[in-house]
């Protein structure tokens, strides 16, 4: 064989065989099915409302052993509601129902409503939440998603009452998310004005001086939660939102 065609063979075997070498087997192939779907919401596969298990079940205990009146004035949310001790107090004109639970998210009390909402049959609803929503990382406009994917579901089931949303606030512990709080609190607002069976509570500026500074006085020792002082300037913003009082209440 002439020189010439065995340099010409061995020219093209060293471009192919590289690519041969590199090809990837059928076999080794990754499977599309193994994929998770890019659409899948993360905090779909994250959130754990097991969690609440506990709370959720000892508030219908309660309920089995003296079940609310209907119609009343339900509160639900995070631990700003858990905590507010002196709510019936305060309001003792309104049969008022506490079903808050600390550490919760807007979509947990949507995923609760068929066991803490809708069997009170209330005439008026106040959640506060959103808080541990953009503390957990979610932005203001998918927290915003959240709380209307809440009233849909409420509305639905319960046409005629009022949902209040009772606005964020800075807390010290939080400073650095008030912005965020903000901007949730803004998207809410906007979104009230356009339904005639929501309502919005301002309290951003309940915890703050004229110059825009944290209120420390308004909270316990965590920073976080109100203390008395606190409680009773948001039970006067809330006040004026209440429904007026039935007789026997």
Known sequence: MPISRIATMIVLCGL???AACTE??????????????????AAALTHNFA??????????QADRIRPPAKGGILFIGSSTIRMWKTLAADFPEHAVVNRGFGGSQIVDSTHFAERIIFPYQPRMIFLRAGGN??????????VFKEYK?????????????????????????????????????????AYTRQHDYLKYVETYDMSLTPDGQARPE??????????TDGYRL????VRPFLPPARSGN
Not at 133 to 142: E, F, L, P, Y
Request: net charge positive.
């Open 16 to 18: 192919v065989l590289p």
């Open 24 to 41: 990837r087997p059928r076999s080794q192939s990754p499977s599309r099915s193994a994929a998770p779907p890019a659409t899948t919401p």
């Open 149 to 189: 994917a809440f009233v849909a579901k409420v509305h639905a089931r319960l046409p005629q009452t009022q949902i209040a949303y009772i606005a964020l606030c800075p807390a010290p512990a939080r400073w650095i998310e008030r912005d965020a709080n903000k901007a949730l609190n803004d998207l809410v607002k």
């Open 51 to 60: 969690r609440w298990e506990k709370e959720i079940s000892a508030y219908e």
């Open 218 to 227: 308004l909270f316990v020792a965590d920073r976080l939660h109100f203390n």
């Open 234 to 237: 948001l039970a006067e913003r």
């Open 133 to 142: 929503d953009i503390h957990a990382g979610k932005s203001a406009s998918q």
